[in-house]
């Protein structure tokens, strides 16, 4: 008797299509569709437009932050310092700018430099002393922390120079300029892990790395790359939070890594590695900024909102296992 093959239905054609040529998983865009509709009936002021530029404003520093987390996790790695290093960086600029008094260009290098470094620091000790990059990640986290609070003596630092305010607090026909550096740094991140060999490789030793190092990719050489990208993009978070508050905060970003790494998640990235999306990823931003900007427009206490974050991200792996599941099964 011929066997029946069983063809996919019109909605998993249509999925398959939105990861092929968008790389973008629909669950997700309905799900933002979905939270943003519910939050314009609860609250009247949800849809002004002031409103839509305090979420993106909101979600440019978790965004970025939410881009380093697409990469370590799609490579199969894990980054639990991306918070703390978050902090470091902004209190490294603002000493540079303020105690140090040099000029605004080194106070932003200064930033990116120290995420870069720490992240370095992470790749190194992953690949070359072969400690798990949870446990690795999650001593940076304390580390960077203690190293902010160390360099502010505890305390914030106060007194920008404009040209760093401007970066945080500026507004460009109208647009602020964290959501132009959120937005340009999407554009390129998405570029380059969806069209280069960058990218094909980072998501090759997430899916299996004897057969990346088979294919002949410098796995170690790759994931500290990684690591040091990932840093680095913690560090500009840091330096749109800095310039955005006018102060380097040493106590900035706590928990930031969770909400980053389930905004990714959200997004599409396989928390296993193997497959990220980077413009998935800013749709799980935007499902993270609607819902605590949601939340505190309904008066909902913080801690609660805490609480909604983790239960988002439980659910996002369930869908995301789910998925995965289902399509092995096909």
Not at 71 to 88: K, P, Q, R, W, Y
Request: aromatic residues 8%.
């Amino acid at each position: 008797m011929a066997s029946e093959t069983t063809q996919p239905g019109f909605w998993a054609r249509v999925q398959r299509a939105s990861v092929e040529r968008l790389h973008i998983r629909l669950e997700s865009l309905v799900v933002l569709l979905a939270l943003g509709t519910a939050m314009a009936l609860l609250s009247p002021y949800f849809l002004s437009l002031s409103n839509f530029l305090n979420i993106l404003l909101a979600t440019s520093t978790i965004g970025v932050l939410a881009i380093a987390a697409t990469f370590v996790i799609g490579s199969g790695g894990l980054d639990l310092s991306l918070g703390s290093v978050m902090g470091l960086a902004g209190v490294a600029g603002a000493f540079v700018a303020v105690n140090l008094g040099w000029p605004s260009v080194l106070a932003v290098i200064a930033c990116i430099l120290a995420g870069a470094i720490a992240g370095y620091i992470n790749g190194q000790l992953v690949t070359r002393a072969f400690v798990p990059a949870f446990i690795v990640t999650l001593g940076m986290l304390g580390l960077a922390r203690g190293l902010a609070l160390v360099i502010s003596q505890g305390r914030a630092i106060y007194g920008l120079p404009p040209e760093i305010v401007y970066i945080g607090q500026g507004r460009p026909f109208g647009i602020p300029m964290p959501v132009i550096i959120f937005v340009l740094t999407a554009i390129v991140a998405h570029a380059v892990l969806a069209y280069t060999r960058f990218g094909r490789h980072t998501l090759a030793l997430g899916d299996s790395e004897g057969a990346a190092r088979a294919a002949g990719i410098r796995v170690e050489h790759h994931r500290r790359i990684i690591y040091t990208l990932s840093g680095a993009l913690a560090g500009l978070a840091g330096l749109l939070f800095t310039a955005r508050v006018n102060a380097g905060d040493p106590t900035a970003g706590i928990n930031y890594e969770l909400t980053a790494i389930t905004a990714a998640i959200i997004g599409g990235t396989n928390l296993f590695g193997g497959r990220a999306s980077i413009l998935g990823t800013m749709i799980g931003a935007l499902i993270m900024g609607v819902l605590q900007n949601g939340l505190t427009l309904l008066a909902v206490q913080s801690y609660y909102q805490q609480m909604a974050i983790g239960a988002v991200l439980i659910l996002a792996v369930f869908i995301d296992q789910y998925q995965v599941r289902k399509e092995s099964r096909v």
